[in-house]
T-cell receptor, first 113, second 111 residues
Framework: GAVVSQHPSWVICKSGTSVKIECRSL??????MFWYRQFPKKSLMLMAT?????????EQGVEKDKFLINHASLTLSTLTVTSAHPEDSSFYIC?????????FGPGTRLTVL | QKEVEQNSGPLSVPEGAIASLNCTYS??????FFWYRQYSGKSPELIMF????GDKEDGRFTAQLNKASQYVSLLIRDSQPSDSATYLC???????????FGQGTTLQVKP
């Protein structure tokens, strides 16, 4: 299957700082990428859909000013968690669509102290 | 609201047995169905997709789809302890193209 990478795989930061997470499709071009968040023992929650060259579409209840998404190229989307707080600590996973199937990156574990 | 339902389990089977994982969905317009495997602390991995009614086999995995009953299942033959994971059923929303995930079924394969 297609390969999606994420960086960093884990990050620990202080409350109030901003954290950027990168998502790359390595062997295909992805016009659409997705950002999910997952809390322990819970299912995936879609945060936003990222389209190359246009603004991201956020799911209801997700603050677009807090979770900034940029999809500048067909192989790269970034999620920036601004002014992070402990409640933002979670497992963030990106996903990219290759034809009909959707493939996930390895995820980024964010811990905000 | 479009929903995907799975029994959270855990489903426990002995090594070598057949594990049967089930999923129902509410949107009759859905055409694409996916099974992901997620190990603890890791991201989901696509293991099967199915678009047509009937069975689709890939190695030890068989996906079964019945659109009339709005039911999709995953069979794992000759289950191995390494199959122990959470299995997520996902249905593509016919209107938005987004994946709608079930809560996942935890499978435990005991040696």
């Amino acid at each position: 299957g297609a390969v999606v990478s994420q960086h960093p795989s884990w990050v620990i930061c202080k409350s109030g700082t901003s954290v950027k997470i990168e998502c790359r499709s390595l062997d295909f071009q992805a016009t659409t990428m997705f950002w999910y968040r997952q809390f322990p023992k819970k299912s995936l929650m879609l945060m936003a859909t990222s389209n190359e060259g246009s603004k991201a579409t956020y799911e209801q209840g997700v603050e677009k000013d807090k979770f900034l998404i940029n999809h500048a190229s067909l192989t790269l989307s970034t999620l920036t968690v601004t002014s992070a707080h402990p409640e933002d600590s979670s497992f963030y996973i990106c996903s990219a669509r290759d034809w009909g199937e959707q493939f996930f990156g390895p995820g980024t574990r964010l811990t905000v102290l | 609201q479009k929903e995907v339902e799975q029994n959270s389990g855990p489903l426990s089977v002995p090594e070598g047995a057949i594990a049967s994982l089930n999923c129902t969905y509410s949107d009759r317009g859905s055409q694409s169905f996916f099974w992901y495997r997620q190990y603890s602390g890791k991201s989901p991995e696509l293991i099967m997709f199915i678009y047509s009614n009937g069975d689709k086999e890939d190695g030890r995995f068989t996906a079964q789809l019945n659109k009339a009953s709005q039911y999709v299942s995953l069979l794992i033959r000759d289950s191995q302890p390494s199959d122990s994971a959470t299995y997520l059923c996902a249905v593509k929303d016919g209107n938005t193209g987004k994946l709608i995930f079930g809560q996942g079924t935890t499978l435990q394969v005991k040696p």
